[in-house]
């Protein structure tokens, strides 16, 4: 969400950020329902004012034995036009809302400009993509000639973009998460949570889902909504409250099944389960004091690397352009990890900068150090990582000639000692 004292200050500035974003300029049509708001606000200001002094005339009539009755009327009257008055202001307010609310986050002044991935910028690269004297074979590939990954049983369960997981790869996509949030709590700082994985509307409008991407979540029959992420839950625990600044960095990491529609996403990954509609990942959420955020952003990211580091899969990082910025993110870098089946890479972590944008919609806040001053905090969120996309890039990266798989050394305590998948 934006603060209309900032865009009151400069509109110039705003639609130049807008523009960023491959928006018009949307000061003007904001400037004016504010403009309308506030001169509303101001007559029933003056009404409550002459209410108030209509109060003190009564009761001084009263008191002297007088007629009220004509000064009461007034009173009612005046009763009637604020109330009119209120509702306008309301009715505007809502306006400037739902205008508000679905304006993406203003990008970070060193987020390169472009229209779409393909202006995205090679950060930094990791590691080599392994040579094969074989051609590698595609973990869906892998995983079916193992028996071991059952895409038609999964079918008949639940339809497309759905898989089961058999034997040695169940445990491997088990040891995967438990490893990882294993690393964020001993060695990075992160404290461990378990979430809902059913949220209100008011947790999904927080994290800035609603109203923008409701075609992209499931919603249950009662009204409330599964997670895509525990971004979600993890964030809004922040929401309404006011954190004092000692607490920050509040820093928090969770293993949760995930589910999104993949709205738009058909004829896109469909063999195999690089795109599913439900899938577990280890979340980091980090809620910190504005003059930290950027270099919590850092600091969430080399948390992300050190997992693939850990397991020795090939990576890049990639400064996300303008125009592949998610919506409620400043500033974005994208994790992709090689996958020599597919012979290219994809995307396994995305951390975000999302400053003050998510905690304005939930009203998040921290006091100073004096006791008094209020402020918004920052939020970030980091993937760390997508297991099912880890545990593609382990099958296909550790695969061998005879079609078994390696497990990588950081695994095995979590795989009783299994050195080797099949074979």
Known sequence: ??????????????????ARRGLGAQSEAILALDASRRATLGLLQEKQAKRNELSRDIGRAKREGSETEELEAQAVSLRVEMDLLQSQADEVDAQIKA???????ILAAEVPDGRDESANVVAKTWGQPPGFNIVPRQHFELGEALGLMDFAGAA???????????????????????????????EHGYEEMVVPSLVNDATVYGT???PKFAEDLFRTTDGRWLIPTAE????NLAGGEITPVARLPWRMTALTDCFRSEAGSAGRDTRGMLRQHQFRKVEMVSIVHPEESEAEHERMTRC??????????????????????????????????????QGAWREISSCSNM?????????ARFRAADGKTLG????????????????????????????????????????????????
Not at 327 to 337: C, I, R, S, W
Not at 409 to 419: I, N, S, W
């Open 1 to 18: 969400m934006h603060d209309i004292r900032a865009i009151r200050t400069d509109p110039a500035a705003f639609d130049a950020a807008m």
């Open 99 to 105: 205008v508000l609310e679905a304006l993406p986050n």
């Open 156 to 186: 008949k369960l639940a339809g497309a973009r759905f898989t089961v997981l058999r034997g040695a790869l169940a445990r491997l996509e088990r040891a995967l998460g438990q490893f990882m949030i294993d690393l964020h709590t001993t």
């Open 208 to 210: 800035s889902q609603l």
């Open 232 to 235: 979600v839950p993890l964030t």
């Open 304 to 341: 992300a690397e050190t997992v693939l580091e850990r397991l020795g899969l090939p990576y890049r990082r990639m400064v996300l352009c303008a125009g592949d910025t998610g919506f409620g993110a400043a500033k974005t870098f994208d994790l992709e990890v090689w996958l020599p089946g």
């Open 355 to 363: 400053r003050g944008f998510q905690a304005r919609r939930m009203n």
């Open 376 to 423: 918004f905090v920052h939020s970030l969120n980091g993937s760390g990582l997508a297991v099912g996309r880890a545990l593609i890039a382990v099958m296909e990266t550790y695969q061998l000639a005879d079609g078994s798989i390696t497990v990588p050394e950081v695994l095995r305590p979590y795989m009783g000692g299994l050195e080797r998948i099949g074979g």
